[in-house]
């Protein structure tokens, strides 16, 4: 039985920029239901003691920077995503604890399928940081076999070469700026928002296929110029955004991210006008 049914929230820390008020809003209007959704600015240091002044109001989260792991380390339950990349973005709250969910992974895939990659065999992905870890699954839910990856600093990426026996694929790391890539069906862009690889983009944008890139603030990012130099197809991060928190929806209003909302297509076009628009 859930013990809430009218209010949720962004939390993490900084907030002030997060577009999910306004993506919510939109989804519930169009769904008619009347509930609350604010942002909080909370650290991983203050996240225990705000979980435990919730109410019997609160319905659920949705969890960003800093506080993925945290969350995933308090969950009573955490879905298949989050288990696989120890992050969480997302809690549904209940009698029994938080469910987590790590929607970024699904959102990521539906981005990708989104803007034509469909069951790429080959994808490489940039950086090695949390996001990182949920590109890679993403890469694999869509449909890829073989993922190289590539790091600033190789040896922060041993854990996403550990994913590759628990996913069934093989998953290869070399540093950033190494000599001649390989050719992929596509890229997916996982640095801090800004990072600038110099020489390494142009080489690689060149055998990279169409960029992909979670960064959707300050665009163009250097890497998206460099595959525009390049004549590739290079997409920022709103759409990862939009349909993450369209699996948010599905779980707050139907408990399961792979439950499809009624009337979802009007949901999704509401979302989508909200974001477009901000």
């Known amino acids: 039985m859930?013990?809430?049914s009218t209010r949720l929230a962004v939390w993490g820390d900084p907030i002030a920029h997060s577009r999910s008020p306004q993506l919510h809003a939109a989804a519930y209007g169009v769904l008619g239901l009347d509930w609350e959704y604010d942002r909080r600015r909370v650290d991983d240091t203050r996240f225990a003691a705000e979980i435990r002044g919730l109410d019997a109001a609160w319905r659920g989260l949705s969890l960003t920077m800093p506080l993925k792991h945290v969350a995933a380390a308090r969950a009573a339950t955490v879905d298949d995503d989050a288990r696989l990349t120890g992050a969480v973005n997302t809690y549904l709250l209940t009698e029994g604890g938080p469910h987590g969910f790590n929607t970024d992974v699904g959102g990521l895939a539906r981005a990708l399928d989104e803007v034509g990659v469909h069951r790429p065999a080959r994808v490489r992905v940039l950086g090695a940081g949390a996001t990182a870890t949920s590109a890679v699954v993403s890469a694999v839910r869509a449909g890829a076999g073989e993922i190289e990856v590539r790091a600033r600093r190789p040896e922060a990426a041993a854990a996403l070469t550990a994913l590759g026996p628990a996913l069934g694929v093989d998953v290869r790391v070399a540093p950033l700026?190494?000599?001649h890539p390989v050719t992929v069906d596509a890229t997916i862009a996982a640095l801090p928002g800004g990072t600038d690889p110099g020489?390494?983009?142009?080489?690689?944008?060149?055998?990279s296929g169409p960029l992909v890139d979670v960064v959707y603030g300050a665009w163009p990012t250097?890497?998206?110029?460099?595959?525009?130099?390049?004549?590739?197809?290079?997409?920022d991060g709103l759409r990862m955004l939009l349909h993450q928190a369209l699996l948010q929806v599905r779980v707050f209003v139907n408990?399961?991210?792979?439950a499809p909302l009624a009337r979802e297509a009007e949901v999704l076009a509401a979302m989508r006008a909200a974001l477009m628009g901000d």
């Open 177 to 179: 700026d190494a000599p």
């Open 2 to 4: 859930l013990i809430g």
């Open 199 to 207: 020489a390494t983009a142009g080489m690689l944008a060149s055998a």
């Open 255 to 258: 408990e399961e991210p792979s």
């Open 222 to 235: 250097p890497l998206a110029v460099a595959w525009a130099d390049a004549g590739v197809a290079a997409h």
